[in-house]
């Protein structure tokens, strides 16, 4: 299969945790077969990666952390189940960031993903290694989850489209939890129709998740044509940080102008809350990661150190040792500002400021259709630039949260590569439970650049 | 916000985390910086805002009381560090 010949050929890529070729040839087999008696499902042989937070039944599952040592998944994550109905072909799980914590995939019990472009950079993160692999031709599509970026930030630095469906869109079933009011399932595609096909089957509700969203799933497939011209936004500040690197403000603003050539109507809107996005952000994701990441204590599942002495130190010893620093560094910020003496100033206060920041965004999608940004400030950096200051690496995420912060669904596609080749991604929001028409769009602008 | 050590420490406890004398310094270092970005946050005035605390449009969603095979208990048990036959083990709690 060429799937797996191109997984071998790029090993040094540090893509794949678990590759199950034996299952996939089988499968292939028996698609193949049901494909000649016309029984074939809507992804008859689409050939997927699951990023490793995503459960797979009988299979492994360590969220990139020593302290899911050895843990085998007891079930399907609900978005899996539907893949294999439809015949999809689940080739392996693939590598990314502690937890989903991370822009570099750096964070890894299981060493750092190199970008495909350019193996001296990273591929993004937190589902670093579900865009390499899609990037090197180990698989059509991945799923992967995005907290604050995590599926469009990759995406952008690895030249692919990358899916954020609306907050409650997808189950969560089976997705391990980074910050729950956040966390949502996306994909990882090469193009836009496959991006919309995958969506279209994981979509719609779930009697495992009461939190997902229980109205009907459009046939995004079939509705990829831009019926009208949209009504389209963009925020200057986000054009002009000095912080965005001189390529990619050249690409947005080069894509915002043709659209006006176009004939499409772009509008400068005002957004006041650009900088309070990622500190809210942060102070809301560590709260809920803290909660979210205790039920790893060393009893249940996993990893478990034995030190002499009681179960308080067992759980101790088993979380100071297994989880990585930018984890811990994570929970002891979140444990801080949900501790009694704080918890108002910051964890109350972040929830006043996610309304405001909800509220502003909404003003613009009661007159827009479209929201246009960078996905990324730059494209894929080096690796270890960013490592020694957690902040810097935070930064990466500024244009990406806005979409998690509000629940809206985003989608990052390739918008041409900068002077050493590396790919620079364009970002497009759009309001809740929009995906047809966001996705349209993405079509539109991807057959028009 | 300038956190002290014992602060870190009693924050360690009840995320039940240890760090010794070095990753204390780094961790603190760290924390501290993050929480000084944080505090941007003050210069809105959110006097008016109530919290923002449920993000999907579903409220109460049901579904009937049916008996279900629910996670078999040696699944359940299959990726125990330390079990018996029907339970996980964890060291001594009680002298």
Same mark, same amino acid.
């Given at each position: 299969?060429?799937?797996?010949?191109?997984? %071998?050929?790029?090993?040094?890529?540090?893509?794949?945790l678990?590759?199950?070729?034996?299952?996939?040839?089988?499968?292939?087999?028996?698609?193949?077969?049901?494909?000649? *008696? *016309?029984?074939?499902?809507?992804?008859?042989?689409?050939?997927?990666?699951? %990023? $490793?937070?995503?459960?797979?039944? $009988?299979?492994?599952?360590?969220?990139?952390?020593?302290?899911?040592? *050895?843990?085998?998944?007891?079930?399907?994550?609900?978005?899996v189940?539907r893949?294999?109905?439809? =015949?999809?072909?689940?080739?392996?799980?693939?590598?990314? =960031?502690?937890?989903?914590?991370?822009?570099?995939?750096?964070?890894?019990?299981?060493?750092?993903?190199?970008?495909?472009?350019?193996?001296?950079?990273?591929?993004?993160?937190?589902?670093?290694g579900?865009?390499?692999?899609?990037?090197?031709?180990?698989?059509?599509?991945?799923?992967?989850?995005?907290?604050?970026?995590?599926?469009?930030?990759?995406a952008?630095?690895?030249?692919?489209v990358g899916?954020?469906?609306?907050?409650?869109?997808?189950?969560?079933w *089976?997705?391990?939890?980074y910050?729950?009011?956040?966390?949502?399932?996306?994909?990882?595609?090469?193009?836009?129709?496959?991006?919309?096909?995958?969506?279209?089957?994981?979509?719609?509700? =779930?009697?495992? $998740?009461?939190?997902?969203?229980?109205?009907?799933?459009?046939a995004?497939?079939?509705?990829?044509?831009?019926?009208?011209?949209?009504?389209?936004?963009y925020?200057p500040?986000?054009?002009?940080?000095?912080?965005?690197s001189?390529?990619?403000?050249?690409?947005?603003?080069r894509?915002?102008?043709?659209?006006k050539?176009d004939?499409?109507?772009?509008d400068?809107?005002?957004?006041?809350?650009?900088?309070?996005?990622?500190?809210a952000?942060?102070?809301?994701?560590?709260?809920?990661?803290?909660?979210?990441?205790?039920?790893?204590?060393?009893?249940?599942?996993?990893?478990?150190?034995?030190?002499?002495g009681?179960?308080?130190?067992?759980?101790?010893?088993?979380?100071?040792?297994?989880?990585?620093?930018?984890?811990?560094?994570?929970?002891?910020?979140?444990?801080?500002?949900?501790?009694a003496?704080?918890?108002?100033a910051?964890?109350?206060?972040?929830?006043?400021?996610?309304?405001l920041?909800?509220?502003?965004?909404?003003?613009?999608?009661?007159?827009? =259709?479209?929201?246009?940004?960078?996905?990324?400030?730059?494209?894929?950096?080096?690796?270890?630039?960013?490592?020694e200051?957690?902040?810097?690496m935070?930064?990466?995420?500024?244009?990406?949260?806005?979409?998690?912060?509000?629940?809206?669904?985003?989608i990052?596609i390739?918008?041409?590569k $900068?002077?050493?080749?590396?790919?620079?991604?364009?970002?497009i929001?759009?309001?809740?439970?929009?995906?047809?028409?966001?996705?349209?769009?993405?079509?539109?602008?991807?057959?028009?650049? | +916000?300038?956190?002290?050590?014992e602060?870190?420490?009693?924050?360690?406890?009840?995320?039940?985390?240890?760090?010794?004398?070095?990753?204390?310094?780094? +961790?603190?270092?760290?924390?501290?910086?993050?929480?000084?970005w944080?505090?941007?946050?003050?210069?809105?005035?959110?006097?008016?805002?109530?919290?923002?605390?449920? +993000?999907t449009?579903?409220?109460?969603?049901?579904?009937?009381?049916?008996?279900?095979?629910?996670l078999?208990?040696?699944?359940?048990?299959?990726?125990?560090?330390?079990?018996?036959?029907?339970?996980?083990?964890?060291?001594?709690?009680?002298?």
């Amino acid at each position: 299969m060429y799937y797996l010949s191109a997984i %071998k050929a790029n090993s040094h890529l540090n893509v794949f945790l678990e590759v199950y070729e034996a299952e996939a040839l089988q499968r292939a087999q028996e698609i193949d077969r049901k494909i000649a *008696g *016309g029984t074939q499902g809507r992804l008859a042989g689409m050939v997927v990666g699951l %990023k $490793d937070v995503i459960s797979h039944q $009988d299979h492994g599952l360590q969220a990139g952390s020593r302290i899911l040592e *050895g843990f085998r998944a007891q079930f399907n994550a609900t978005a899996v189940e539907r893949l294999l109905a439809e =015949d999809a072909i689940v080739i392996g799980r693939q590598n990314c =960031d502690e937890f989903g914590m991370g822009s570099s995939n750096e964070n890894s019990a299981f060493g750092p993903v190199r970008n495909g472009a350019d193996p001296s950079r990273v591929p993004g993160g937190s589902s670093g290694g579900s865009a390499v692999a899609v990037q090197t031709g180990m698989c059509l599509a991945s799923l992967g989850s995005d907290t604050g970026g995590s599926v469009r930030q990759p995406a952008a630095f690895c030249g692919l489209v990358g899916l954020k469906p609306t907050y409650s869109r997808v189950s969560r079933w *089976g997705l391990i939890a980074y910050a729950s009011s956040f966390d949502t399932i996306g994909i990882i595609a090469r193009s836009v129709p496959d991006a919309a096909l995958l969506l279209e089957v994981i979509a719609g509700k =779930d009697d495992y $998740d009461s939190t997902v969203s229980q109205s009907p799933v459009p046939a995004y497939s079939r509705q990829l044509r831009l019926d009208e011209k949209p009504r389209i936004a963009y925020i200057p500040e986000t054009i002009q940080s000095a912080g965005l690197s001189e390529e990619i403000r050249q690409t947005i603003l080069r894509n915002i102008s043709s659209l006006k050539e176009d004939g499409h109507r772009v509008d400068a809107v005002v957004f006041p809350l650009l900088d309070f996005i990622l500190p809210a952000y942060y102070i809301l994701t560590t709260a809920e990661a803290s909660s979210n990441l205790a039920r790893y204590d060393g009893v249940r599942y996993g990893y478990r150190s034995t030190p002499a002495g009681s179960l308080e130190s067992m759980y101790k010893s088993t979380r100071s040792y297994a989880f990585g620093e930018e984890v811990k560094r994570r929970i002891m910020l979140g444990t801080f500002v949900l501790s009694a003496d704080y918890y108002d100033a910051y964890y109350t206060k972040a929830q006043k400021v996610r309304r405001l920041i909800k509220e502003k965004t909404d003003n613009i999608f009661a007159q827009y =259709d479209f929201l246009i940004l960078p996905t990324a400030p730059t494209t894929a950096f080096r690796l270890g630039e960013h490592t020694e200051d957690p902040l810097k690496m935070y930064l990466a995420d500024i244009y990406s949260v806005q979409a998690n912060v509000a629940g809206i669904p985003a989608i990052s596609i390739p918008a041409g590569k $900068d002077q050493n080749g590396l790919p620079i991604g364009l970002q497009i929001m759009a309001n809740r439970f929009e995906e047809a028409r966001l996705l349209a769009f993405a079509h539109y602008l991807m057959q028009h650049q | +916000m300038n956190a002290d050590k014992e602060t870190l420490r009693r924050i360690a406890h009840l995320a039940r985390l240890d760090f010794d004398e070095k990753e204390e310094g780094k +961790m603190l270092d760290s924390l501290n910086k993050i929480l000084t970005w944080v505090e941007k946050l003050n210069e809105i005035d959110t006097s008016q805002v109530e919290p923002l605390t449920h +993000m999907t449009d579903e409220v109460n969603v049901l579904r009937d009381d049916e008996v279900k095979e629910p996670l078999p208990h040696d699944r359940g048990l299959l990726n125990a560090p330390d079990k018996d036959q029907d339970y996980f083990r964890v060291p001594k709690v009680l002298e």
